[in-house]
């Protein structure tokens, strides 16, 4: 009996204690989650954010879902799904301050765009991290929080208001065409290749010297519209004889022009490469399109061509007044619309300095920037391109359309923003110096020549530039002077250029 009493008293201890192991070891694990996970809130009150706040509630390992905020005074005091709405001030950075909160959960374009940039710019200054859910529309959306939760990037937090491609002339503009697209690998050409693709074109032809870019858009182009025909011509534009091949091949009805170099140093010291490419590349692809009957003919440009300080500006501006002034030479004017196009900075482009800062920024600093008030216009790519379509189909050719490009930004203050996004701190974490401006660079770029005006179109984000039209005969003879000449210096092919851009403005350097 003793033996069996001693086996029961012996195999309950042993239970019970292991049943208080396991509570003790919850208990303990309970705890260090709880102090790991930080508290989060949401702005705003609808059904796309009651759905987040359930996955929240569902899924709660990663932050504590401590309220809502949201700016109708009639829900504060209120809960949703247990949790409290916080609705007594119109200042949601103060409620996040006072509540000391971290993480916030932010609906693009649920508050109006000038204060949901403020409540950007004021979470960065305070170091509290915003996220933009991914979210399924729909009223059974299911989110997995650890997946869908991103933070804003630096061309969220520069947005603007989103635009669309609605306008039917667009769509049927492009439609069941054959278009080919000249730098159709870059940052813009490949960005037109894939807006394009949308459009139900007949045929995309994408043309390219960079092989690599070239293999690595079709890649992407074959995977996301397995069923558009695309073809892709490893072509260089100065090369005409190959670029007449491809004409004859395909018989684009639309061409859009978007090769060029763009790299202001580095053309700089290969001045010539400028003139081949930016001007005579141009002159190659411009002829062969009316030589062969294309309908429309839209030449990508730059603000840099505006009043020049760079031998790549002042090569984009000859190439601007060349094309205009070929297509006011036309007998026939209806027979091809040449229509240009000339935007700011684009981010996240191969040229761009937001590429330059993320690398600088991973590398733990510092961050290089020219000069302290330096500043640039900047657009995303996808917005560029859409306004480059849309451009592509407005005027009777001949126009010069310039692009609302919003307020310049001053680049020290973008390396500030991208530090801040990066989790840390300017100027103690990483910091910022400045290495002086470059051969050729501006402290800041024009859209508009002094003496020009706009015109306004039915887009309010396109304006035409009244830019003065040159005589065609009088290009094609400074284009024979130029092509007929091999210039030794910097200085002596500036000296021929200032006879057709005679704003072109010469720094210190090239005066020397």
Same mark, same amino acid.
């Given at each position: 009996?003793?033996?069996?009493?001693?086996?029961?008293?012996?195999?309950?201890?042993?239970?019970?204690?292991?049943?208080?192991?396991?509570?003790?070891?919850?208990?303990?694990?309970?705890?260090?989650?709880?102090?790991?996970?930080?508290?989060?809130?949401?702005?705003?009150?609808?059904?796309?954010?009651?759905?987040?706040?359930?996955?929240?509630?569902?899924?709660?390992?990663?932050?504590?879902?401590?309220?809502?905020?949201?700016?109708?005074?009639?829900?504060?005091?209120?809960?949703?799904?247990?949790?409290?709405?916080? =609705?007594?001030?119109?200042?949601?950075?103060?409620?996040?301050?006072?509540?000391?909160?971290?993480?916030?959960?932010?609906?693009?374009?649920?508050?109006?765009?000038? +204060?949901?940039?403020?409540? $950007?710019?004021?979470?960065?200054?305070?170091?509290?991290?915003?996220?933009?859910?991914?979210?399924?529309?729909?009223?059974?959306?299911?989110?997995?929080?650890?997946?869908?939760?991103?933070?804003?990037? #630096?061309?969220?937090?520069?947005?603007?208001?989103?635009?669309? #491609?609605?306008?039917?002339?667009?769509?049927?503009?492009?439609?069941?065409?054959?278009?080919?697209?000249?730098?159709?690998?870059?940052?813009?050409?490949? +960005?037109?290749?894939?807006?394009?693709?949308?459009?139900?074109?007949?045929?995309?032809?994408? $043309?390219?010297?960079?092989?690599?870019?070239?293999?690595?858009?079709?890649?992407?182009?074959?995977?996301?519209?397995?069923?558009?025909?695309?073809?892709?011509?490893?072509?260089?534009?100065?090369?005409?004889?190959?670029?007449?091949?491809?004409?004859?091949?395909?018989?684009?009805?639309?061409?859009?022009?978007?090769?060029?170099?763009?790299?202001?140093?580095?053309?700089?010291?290969?001045?010539?490469? =400028?003139?081949?490419?930016?001007?005579?590349?141009?002159?190659?692809?411009?002829?062969?399109?009316?030589?062969?009957?294309?309908?429309?003919?839209?030449?990508?440009? !730059?603000?840099?061509?505006?009043?020049?300080?760079?031998?790549?500006?002042?090569?984009?501006?000859?190439?601007?007044?060349?094309?205009?002034?070929?297509?006011? =030479?036309?007998?026939?004017?209806?027979? !091809?619309?040449?229509?240009?196009?000339?935007?700011?900075?684009?981010?996240?482009?191969?040229?761009?300095?937001?590429? $330059?800062? +993320?690398?600088? #920024?991973?590398?733990?600093?510092?961050?290089?920037?020219?000069?302290?008030?330096?500043?640039?216009?900047?657009?995303?790519?996808?917005?560029?391109?859409?306004?480059?379509?849309?451009?592509?189909?407005?005027?009777?050719?001949?126009?010069?359309?310039?692009?609302?490009?919003?307020?310049?930004?001053?680049?020290?203050?973008? =390396?500030?923003?991208?530090?801040?996004?990066?989790?840390?701190?300017?100027?103690?974490?990483?910091?910022?110096?400045?290495?002086?401006?470059?051969?050729? +660079?501006?402290?800041?770029?024009?859209?508009?020549?002094?003496?020009?005006?706009?015109?306004?179109?039915?887009?309010?984000?396109?304006? #035409?530039?009244?830019?003065?039209?040159?005589?065609?005969?009088?290009?094609?003879?400074?284009?024979?002077?130029?092509?007929?000449?091999?210039?030794?210096?910097?200085?002596?092919?500036?000296?021929?250029?200032?006879?057709?851009?005679?704003?072109?403005?010469? !720094?210190?350097?090239?005066?020397?």
């Amino acid at each position: 009996m003793t033996v069996f009493f001693s086996s029961i008293v012996i195999f309950f201890a042993l239970v019970t204690f292991r049943i208080f192991v396991k509570t003790l070891f919850k208990y303990l694990s309970g705890t260090i989650e709880q102090k790991a996970v930080d508290n989060l809130a949401i702005i705003g009150v609808n059904s796309t954010t009651i759905a987040l706040a359930e996955a929240f509630l569902s899924d709660n390992a990663m932050y504590h879902l401590s309220f809502f905020i949201d700016k109708n005074k009639y829900l504060n005091g209120k809960k949703v799904l247990g949790i409290p709405v916080i =609705a007594k001030s119109n200042s949601i950075i103060a409620i996040l301050r006072f509540n000391k909160i971290k993480h916030v959960v932010l609906i693009k374009n649920f508050l109006p765009e000038k +204060e949901e940039l403020e409540l $950007l710019e004021d979470c960065l200054k305070y170091n509290i991290n915003v996220y933009n859910p991914k979210l399924v529309s729909g009223f059974n959306t299911t989110v997995n929080t650890a997946k869908s939760l991103k933070k804003y990037t #630096i061309e969220e937090l520069m947005f603007r208001e989103t635009i669309s #491609i609605d306008n039917p002339s667009v769509i049927n503009t492009f439609s069941n065409k054959t278009v080919l697209v000249t730098g159709g690998a870059g940052s813009i050409g490949s +960005e037109i290749v894939n807006q394009l693709a949308k459009l139900n074109p007949e045929r995309i032809v994408v $043309l390219d010297q960079a092989e690599t870019p070239l293999n690595s858009i079709q890649l992407t182009i074959s995977a996301a519209f397995p069923r558009i025909k695309c073809e892709y011509e490893l072509v260089d534009v100065t090369n005409r004889n190959e670029l007449q091949a491809v004409f004859n091949k395909y018989k684009p009805e639309v061409v859009f022009h978007a090769a060029a170099y763009k790299h202001v140093p580095v053309l700089e010291t290969n001045f010539m490469q =400028a003139v081949k490419v930016n001007i005579f590349g141009t002159k190659n692809v411009m002829d062969l399109a009316f030589e062969f009957e294309v309908k429309r003919f839209v030449f990508v440009s !730059t603000d840099k061509a505006v009043n020049p300080t760079n031998v790549m500006g002042a090569s984009k501006r000859i190439a601007e007044i060349m094309v205009q002034s070929r297509f006011n =030479a036309q007998t026939d004017a209806t027979k !091809t619309q040449i229509i240009t196009t000339r935007f700011g900075n684009v981010l996240g482009s191969n040229g761009s300095v937001v590429n $330059l800062f +993320e690398k600088q #920024i991973k590398e733990g600093g510092p961050i290089t920037v020219t000069h302290p008030d330096i500043n640039r216009f900047f657009m995303t790519i996808p917005e560029a391109c859409k306004l480059v379509l849309e451009a592509g189909t407005m005027g009777a050719g001949g126009e010069i359309y310039i692009f609302d490009m919003g307020k310049p930004i001053r680049i020290k203050d973008l =390396a500030e923003k991208m530090i801040r996004l990066s989790g840390k701190e300017p100027y103690k974490d990483i910091d910022i110096v400045y290495t002086g401006l470059r051969p050729g +660079e501006k402290l800041y770029e024009e859209l508009l020549a002094d003496t020009s005006k706009t015109l306004p179109t039915y887009h309010p984000k396109i304006m #035409i530039a009244q830019d003065p039209v040159y005589c065609y005969e009088k290009v094609q003879t400074f284009l024979d002077k130029l092509n007929g000449n091999s210039y030794a210096t910097k200085q002596d092919l500036i000296t021929v250029l200032l006879e057709m851009v005679p704003e072109f403005i010469q !720094t210190p350097q090239e005066v020397e």
